[in-house]
């Protein structure tokens, strides 16, 4: 699948327009705090949330209202959560119904979705204040202040817009993104809303984001806490032209490639820009007894915080990555692993058959001296590959989420 | 069951001598290296080992050596792990053999086990110089020595020994420990070492320690990290003098609860000597749906990095709690949930019926300003309750792991 990179984020594909305003939850800044993308029609649409049993209240109220499989706009506001506090539930359902007020469509068009403190109550003041004039300042242009919108401890705005074909169609996908601890209550909920101006079935856009978000997002950590609040949603207004996609085929996983390349590139930029940290890991494991094992060892080797504080520190402490992968849950050899790390700088492999393998640890410390790591792993046994993307683990961390609240 | 506290640690016990020597391991201390527990006459000899596929090559060593069920000393070094290298079980077994040597016994007689960097070859010259003069310095107030050189980043020296009656002849059971991150390249495997004079059988010996072991070391958590070589040894002299314990009843059950006396203050010291650690934080679950479930979600609450750094920051940060129950694996319901921080300075409820529940931030800063802090969460759904000890998240921790090797 070829794809162009273009500029306009959520906006890039037709029918989207897109605004961000600060409307007062933060008191102590003028940082916009309430974003809106809404489609000029109707639109297929498909979310998946956290597997966290502890929910905010805006996802219970986003999976009714896209129970049809459609949805006209998308409301997030950043730091609250609107989860563990009285009345959470209601409160959503009156944002939708302020929503449907100031566009004349229905409350239940909208996926609804909040990053922030967990535990206190979300006013509803800056809503009934800001909608009216958000809705007014929806434009084709109004991506980035959106993406700014839901921003809370991201230190870089994440949006992305690509161009394809499908079927001989010029298409766009086009996407905004939050998330920097994987959890919240100093707000740092992964949230990632993505348009495309595709026409797909409901079902298989359900399907296609839901098969996708194994690969991507749910193989990034940050710290291990899984957010009360994470939610990706995708809306596709089908303005595109293309036959709308309605069974599996090529046309679909024309689609489904796009979507990856949409959302890997999200998910690396996300953990790229953990809480307080200095550098990306990306970790590639093959020859796995299954994909589903590799992804799994992958994902334990960059959420070891032993592995990840040794990252920060430049050391090619192999060992720890030995050590993550033998507690990584499930029964496999062990017996012949090899290791390399690799980065713009160049690549070493300092373990084979599962010991140490001569390396120049001056060779080591310039490749981790990059912003961008990759573990290499062959387990030796299998054909099984997955990756995982990481951070490293550093003074910073502590920094951020030891930090009082207020 | 009533003890009594006395020094000697694994030396109180009667029939056990120790020691503990630099032999050089370590280049630029003179901090001993090799530790050493004899006893007079073959013991009962029990031990439970990592759960880490990839294991220090000392285990497989020390499970062959003690399946017939008796053993007569430990040996272990710190510094190297013996782990991931080549030729590491030849190794181990040539240590056993200059210790036959040195003592007259046979090399299977013995436990071993190695702490320190994986991955490198442990060299066996440090071995040959300083068994015989280990062996000469072997004394009923070694303990400390021994102590000593088996700590590595641990700050604190652990040792414990308890006076108790076991069908009213007078008993004692010791331990040494060490362990201070969950592993090791930066050496903090997790070893403990315990001795006792009651007279038991090897096999009730075996499962009161599996059992114990549920409820205490795997309990406590630093960094989620399993060591390869975490091993937890006990040998019972039965030179007190007590009717043999060979079967389950009131004297097995004594013997059991003294076992989990010196257990939990092991677990709790090393918890409270996390590396980099500040604050001792000890997690209490009850009214959750089972005993299993409770000591999970209290061991997931303590190994939230989040919640670890919010206890560094003194942030009664309660969502982080609420999220780590969430996240933990089962299916429960999470509607009913208090919790309350409790300290030497007093206690607060912080939420009730999973929501907010107000307090004094002040109370609450002063009651977490404390060194040892209790996270108290009812789950409000059964009768299960378990307990877990884990650490703050410091800067500290980073700098100790993110630091190289050399």
Redesign the interface.
């Known amino acids: 699948m070829t794809t162009k990179s273009l500029p306009g984020g959520v906006c890039a594909p037709q029918g989207f327009k897109a605004a961000g305003l600060h409307v007062g939850f933060r008191q102590n800044t003028e940082k916009p705090d309430l974003a809106l993308i809404l489609s000029d029609v109707n639109c297929a649409a498909a979310a998946v949330y956290t597997?966290?049993?502890?929910?905010g209240a805006p996802l219970g109220v986003t999976r009714q209202n896209i129970a049809d499989g459609h949805a006209r706009g998308i409301l997030c506001n950043s730091s609250n959560?609107n989860?563990?506090?009285?009345g959470g539930v209601q409160l959503a359902q009156n944002c939708c119904k302020l929503l449907a007020d100031a566009t004349a469509l229905a409350p239940e068009d909208f996926v609804v979705a909040s990053t922030g403190?967990?535990?206190?109550v979300l006013p509803i003041e800056p809503f009934e204040r800001g909608i009216p004039p958000l809705v007014s300042a929806l434009s084709a242009d109004g991506c980035r202040d959106a993406a700014a919108a839901i921003m809370t401890t991201d230190t870089v705005m994440k949006e992305i817009a690509l161009e394809f074909t499908l079927g001989g169609v010029p298409c766009r996908m086009g996407a905004i993104g939050k998330g920097s601890?994987m959890?919240?209550?100093?707000m740092a909920t992964m949230l990632i809303f993505i348009t495309t101006d595709v026409a797909i079935a409901p079902a298989l856009l359900q399907k296609a984001l839901g098969d996708e978000v194994q690969l991507s997002f749910n193989q990034i950590t940050v710290?291990?806490?899984?957010?009360?609040n994470d939610m990706v949603a995708v809306l596709a207004s089908g303005l595109s032209g293309n036959a709308e996609i309605t069974a599996p085929g090529a046309d679909y996983d024309a689609f489904c490639a796009v979507l990856s390349e949409v959302c890997v590139w999200m998910s690396r930029a996300i953990a790229a820009d953990g809480e307080g940290a200095t550098k990306l890991l990306e970790c590639v494991v093959t020859g796995a007894p299954s994909d589903t094992l590799a992804r799994l060892i992958a994902k334990t080797v960059v959420g070891?915080?032993?592995f990840k504080?040794?990252m920060?520190?430049?050391?090619a402490?192999?060992?720890?990555a030995?050590?993550?992968?033998?507690?990584?849950p499930g029964?496999?050899p062990?017996d012949h692993i090899s290791v390399t790390l690799k980065s713009a700088a160049g690549q070493v492999q300092v373990?084979k058959e599962?010991?140490?393998h001569p390396y120049s640890e001056d060779d080591a410390a310039r490749i981790l001296a990059e912003k961008e790591i990759g573990v290499l792993i062959d387990m030796g046994e299998g054909a099984g590959q997955g990756t995982a993307w990481g951070c490293d683990?550093?003074?910073d961390?502590?920094?951020?989420?030891?930090?009082?609240?207020s």
């Open positions: 597997l966290n049993k502890v929910q959560a989860t563990c506090a009285p403190v967990i535990g206190q601890g959890i919240n209550p100093n710290d291990g806490d899984t957010s009360t070891s915080d032993l504080a040794a920060f520190g430049a050391d402490n192999w060992g720890r030995l050590c993550a992968i033998g507690y990584t029964d496999f062990v373990c599962s010991v140490h683990l550093t003074y961390y502590v920094k951020i989420n030891g930090d009082y609240r």
